[in-house]
């Protein structure tokens, strides 16, 4: 069995120096490698998704455009989040000064949003239930802490990484996990409990 | 095989573990096989992993992953935008540009009927390979179907009957350089360091788009024809006193969409024009098409956009020309035909842009 190599740093550095050598094979395993990923961070702040591909899309140019001078980061991963991240905001804020509305009311913070119930995906209907309470219990997080869950877990960053995107200390970012761990741990039982009984049925 | 010990992971610990975030974000049918498996082996497990698997499914929130070919075409895209970031808004356009393919079609009309003879000294006079162990390959289809090659860029070439390609194993680190005689359809991995060359008896074609037809038949005449994308033409000869001369200009005729050029081999020349039947580049809706009351240099324009084809006017003369007519139909000349007998004009083709002349239309 194979296990994927996804967190080889010296394969990854290499990988963006043949990039900004100008391979373009080079560029499309990073494009493979990460868009999907970037798309989903992007897809937090704003619910569109051409939207959110053109900004991740817009990224990739940047980078591509001016790969001769570009910086050769410590973790590409988090390099990518955080561009991404900057662009989707940054659009988002034009975006809405071009409907004219009043660029006070954009959120200088990230303005991460609520954890939708889109579950169309999941089919098992227990693992369905599951996910709508881990959302919910989710959604009372503060913004902060969601979000550092989210690079925590899903994108799988360490604390330094998820400091770098977020601008914040290493220290905040352990506080917010903990914090957000506590709340978690407090309610997950619960929720193995609730679901565990109809588990039993179900398989 | 799987070797960790997955009885003393907790929740956190399968929501952080590289396989298991195989199974559940990339949704990957092998990592999926071993953990149905494994979970059926241990059930007591269930509950665990089906709330890490939640909790990672309530992050991610929506698959929002595009599939392998999707993400191919963004490569593509990002790779052809190197030169200038396009504003957000006019993203629309190249997309629909995106799919670059053109056709190149150079003349020489082999007596396919008569017995197929390898045109040796064509491609004794191909260029000498600067690969120090003279490392190249021939590959001849005497067949009669068309043969694949991939060249060691990855660049793909489609080898049609009665034609030879030669091409060395290894390419130079300053560019690409294949030979050929007869016709091919290239599929050409893009490079902007590495220019891509096909060479053939008197002309040489620089690729500077992805993909090309090159049909090198044996005629008289040669001519190479662009359909979408961008190749420059050169004359042998020319190249070769370019060379000698260290010109700083490029000699060669640079060739867009729906142009081509002809390589007259008595005058030793190449000839720019319009195909004979220019196709439009870009969809644009049918309203796009209906013109009420309209001036006749947004006809023009119209035209031009849809064709890459430049059109030359007289815009005082025609300051007072107002079209009335729906373009949506006929070919690009057919609607010059329409708008020049609404208009009271004529129009020429010359050096591959049309040149509309008018006495002006009455108040």
């Not at chain 2, 064509?122 to 005497?142: C, G, H, M, W, Y």
Request: net charge neutral; glycine share 2%; proline share 2%.
């Amino acid at each position: 069995m194979s296990f994927s190599t996804s967190s080889n740093p010296v394969n990854e550095t290499h990988l963006w120096q043949q990039m900004k050598q100008g391979s373009e094979l080079a560029l499309g395993k990073l494009i493979k490698k990460y868009f999907n990923l970037l798309q989903n961070y992007g897809f937090k702040f704003v619910k569109d998704e051409a939207f959110v591909k053109d900004c991740v899309q817009d990224v990739f140019i940047a980078i591509w455009t001016h790969r001769e001078t570009i910086m050769s980061p410590q973790s590409i991963h988090a390099y990518l989040l955080s561009s991404v991240r900057r662009k989707v905001l940054r659009e988002k804020v034009r975006q809405r000064l071009d409907q004219k509305q009043n660029a006070n009311t954009v959120e200088k913070e990230a303005d991460l949003l609520d954890f939708s119930h889109e579950w169309l995906l999941i089919e098992q209907e227990s693992l369905n239930e599951m996910t709508r309470k881990v959302s919910e219990l989710l959604n009372e997080l503060p913004k902060r802490q969601r979000e550092v869950l989210y690079l925590r877990f899903y994108q799988n960053l360490e604390r330094a990484e998820i400091a770098d995107i977020m601008g914040i200390n290493e220290q905040s970012v352990s506080n917010h996990l903990q914090a957000a761990f506590k709340n978690f741990k407090d309610n997950w039982r619960q929720i193995i409990i609730c679901i565990g009984l109809f588990l039993k049925f179900s398989f | 095989m799987n070797t960790t010990d997955y009885t003393k992971f907790d929740f956190e610990d399968f929501a952080q573990d590289e396989y298991f975030r195989k199974w559940v974000i990339d949704r990957d049918v092998q990592a999926e096989n071993f953990w149905t498996t494994w979970l059926f082996e241990n059930p007591m497990f269930v509950d665990k992993v089906q709330l890490a698997k939640a909790f990672l499914y309530a992050l991610e929130e929506k698959d929002t992953s595009l599939d392998k070919a999707s993400l191919e075409m963004i490569t593509d895209e990002v790779a052809g935008q190197s030169i200038q970031l396009k504003p957000f808004w006019q993203r629309t356009f190249w997309r629909v540009a995106a799919s670059i393919l053109f056709f190149l079609a150079l003349g020489w009309w082999y007596q396919v009927s008569s017995n197929f003879t390898v045109p040796k000294k064509q491609l004794e006079t191909a260029p000498v390979f600067s690969n120090s162990n003279n490392d190249f390959i021939e590959k001849r289809n005497l067949d009669t179907i068309i043969q694949k090659i991939i060249l060691a860029d990855g660049t793909t070439v489609t080898l049609y009957p009665f034609s030879i390609l030669r091409y060395p194993k290894e390419f130079e680190s300053t560019k690409r350089e294949v030979y050929l005689a007869g016709k091919a359809f290239f599929d050409v991995m893009k490079n902007v360091k590495k220019p891509f060359w096909v060479y053939t008896d008197h002309i040489s074609t620089q690729v500077l788009g992805t993909s090309f037809l090159v049909n090198s038949m044996k005629n008289k005449n040669v001519s190479v024809e662009v359909k979408t994308g961008k190749v420059s033409v050169y004359t042998r000869k020319d190249q070769e006193r370019a060379k000698q001369n260290l010109y700083k200009e490029s000699v060669g005729v640079v060739l867009t969409p729906n142009q081509k050029v002809d390589y007259s081999t008595q005058e030793e020349r190449l000839l720019k024009s319009i195909v004979e039947q220019p196709v439009a580049l870009i969809n644009l809706p049918i309203t796009d098409f209906i013109f009420d009351e309209e001036p006749v240099s947004e006809a023009f324009s119209l035209l031009e956009r849809m064709y890459g084809i430049t059109v030359i006017f007289d815009n005082k003369a025609m300051e007072n020309c107002y079209l009335t007519a729906n373009l949506s139909d006929e070919s690009l000349f057919k609607k010059l035909d329409l708008i020049c007998k609404i208009t009271h004009s004529t129009y020429e083709k010359t050096d591959a842009q049309i040149i509309i002349h008018s006495e002006g239309c009455l108040k």
